[in-house]
């Protein structure tokens, strides 16, 4: 099974409001990673945060991660258009490198 | 080159035949992946290479499929008898240690008919 599950599976919201996709993993993480994809090809690395991190930002994301609940957030503040995607988060188990992907949140931001 | 090169990006192939798709990472990442997507579906690991390392092959589907690693650099994903249900987006991605962020490649679109 997937490592990484996210919720919800799609969203749907209007220019200018924030969207929050959420994440959530089993086992212990060295890091988790949000990832966006356009058109299913190639995915864009977003932002990266480590176990020992709690927030972190990067322009209009900002990603949380809670590793006593085994779950993550991103949120992307003041949405536009062109951030119609895929996003998906990636987990790197403790002491290992097999990255293991979710199944992703289709966010679709209307104009 | 700048980024993670896969060809081709697309390939139709009949029923039963074999097929190769290749991989080009970054200049000096030493880890790659090979990750298979189905439509509208999430990112399935297949195989994991880093350095000179045994590569993780756990993600394989069956023993059809094999992956190999020239000299550190260049992937080939092989496909032998394929079957329809091998039809998916095959992405390719690499990083400097492994467990960074990857950079991916655009993928190959495979189509079995």
């Known amino acids: 099974s997937q490592q990484g599950e996210e919720d919800p599976q799609a969203l749907s919201i209007q220019e200018g409001e924030n969207a929050t996709m959420n994440c959530s993993y089993k086992?212990?993480?060295?890091?988790l990673q949000w990832y966006r994809q356009n058109s299913g090809r190639g995915l864009v690395h977003l932002i990266l945060i480590r176990s020992n991190e709690r927030e972190k930002h990067s322009g209009r994301l900002r990603v949380t991660l809670d590793t006593s609940k085994k779950s993550s957030s991103l949120l992307i503040t003041a949405s536009r258009a062109a951030d119609t995607a895929s996003y998906f988060c990636a987990t790197v188990p403790t002491g290992g490198f097999k990255t293991i992907f979710g199944a992703g949140t289709r966010l679709f931001v209307k104009a | 080159g700048a980024g993670v090169s896969q060809s081709p990006s697309n390939k139709v192939t009949e029923k039963g035949k074999d097929v190769e798709l290749r991989c080009d990472p970054i200049?000096?990442?030493?880890?790659l992946y090979w990750y298979r997507q189905s439509l509208g579906q999430g990112l399935e690991f297949l195989i994991y290479f880093q350095g000179n390392s045994a590569p993780d092959k756990s993600g394989l589907p069956s023993d059809r499929f094999s992956a190999e690693r020239t000299g550190g650099s260049v992937s080939t994903l092989t496909i032998q008898r394929t079957q329809q249900e091998d039809s998916a987006v095959y992405l390719c991605?690499?990083?400097?240690?492994?467990?960074?962020?990857?950079?991916f490649g655009s993928g190959t679109r495979l189509t079995v008919v």
């Open positions: 200049s000096g990442h030493t880890a």
């Open positions: 991605a690499s990083s400097i240690g492994g467990r960074d962020g990857y950079t």
């Open positions: 086992t212990s993480i060295n890091n």
